[in-house]
C-alpha cells in the first residue's frame, strides 16, 4: 500500500492547520504550524487566491491527509456516504470516524492516527473479544476495543494513555483507562467532530468526477 514518507510538518503547513500528525510535538512551541505560519516551498510566503476548484482539491487533500487515507479510500467512502438516507457530506465524515485507526487515536492509545494505524496492523487490538488486524475497519455502535493482554505494556501505548487529557475523549466514545478498554457508545454527529473541514466542498469535487 502506498505511503507518504516526506516530512509531515510539511504537510500542516501546507493546509494552515495543525493536523497532529507528530503526536505530543503538535502542542509544544516546537510545532512548525506555529514557527512558520506559511506554506512550505520557495513561494510558500505569496498569497495565492484559488479558483473554487482550487478550494474544492484543497478541502479534499485536507480530509486525506487527516484521516491518512488514499484517493480510491476517499471516493470509496464517497460513494457509501452517497447512498445512505441524511447528508452526505456528514455521512462521509462519520465512516472516516468509524474507521478503527481513527477511533484508536480517538480514545488515546496512540498519539497519532499514523502510529494507531501501526499498531493495529500488528493486531494489538480486539475488537468484540476478536482480533483486528484491518485500520479500515468500519466500527459499528456498542463495539467494544481493547488492548490484547500482551501488548497492554508497550510503553508508547501507556505513555499516549497518559497525556490523553490534553486531547480529550469524543463524547460518543467511552473509556476505560484502567482496564485499557473502549467503546463506541454511539455514532458522532457533525457537531462532534471538530476537525475544521468544509465536507461540502469536498461533496461538490467527487459528486461531479464519480
Not at 479534499?60 to 464517497?78: A, D, T
Not at 487490538?125 to 468500519?138: H, T
Request: with cysteine; proline share 3%.
Amino acid at each position: 500500500m502506498a505511503r507518504y514518507r516526506g516530512a509531515v510538518c510539511r504537510l500542516c503547513r501546507r493546509e494552515g492547520l495543525k493536523l497532529f500528525l507528530k503526536g505530543e510535538r503538535c502542542y509544544t512551541d516546537k510545532c512548525a504550524v506555529e514557527r512558520r505560519k506559511y506554506a512550505p516551498g520557495q513561494h510558500g510566503r505569496m498569497h495565492s487566491k484559488f479558483s473554487d476548484y482550487g478550494n474544492q482539491l484543497r478541502e479534499k487533500q485536507r480530509v486525506k491527509r487527516v484521516y491518512g487515507i488514499l484517493e480510491k479510500q476517499c471516493r470509496k467512502y464517497f460513494r457509501k456516504a452517497s447512498r445512505q438516507r441524511g447528508i452526505t457530506g456528514e455521512n462521509f465524515l462519520v465512516f472516516l470516524e468509524r474507521r478503527l485507526d481513527n477511533v484508536v487515536f480517538r480514545l488515546g492509545f496512540a498519539s497519532t492516527r499514523n502510529e494507531a494505524r501501526q499498531l493495529v496492523s500488528h493486531r494489538h487490538f480486539l475488537v468484540n473479544g476478536k482480533p483486528v488486524n484491518i485500520p479500515s475497519y468500519s466500527l459499528k455502535q456498542g463495539d467494544t476495543i481493547e488492548l490484547r493482554e500482551k501488548s497492554k505494556k508497550i510503553t508508547r501505548i501507556t505513555e499516549s494513555l497518559e497525556s490523553v487529557e490534553r486531547r480529550g475523549v469524543p463524547r460518543w466514545l467511552e473509556l476505560d483507562k484502567e482496564h485499557l478498554k473502549g467503546k463506541l457508545a454511539e455514532l458522532p454527529t457533525r457537531e462532534e467532530i471538530t476537525i475544521p473541514i468544509q465536507e461540502q466542498l469536498v461533496v461538490e469535487l467527487l459528486s461531479r468526477q464519480i
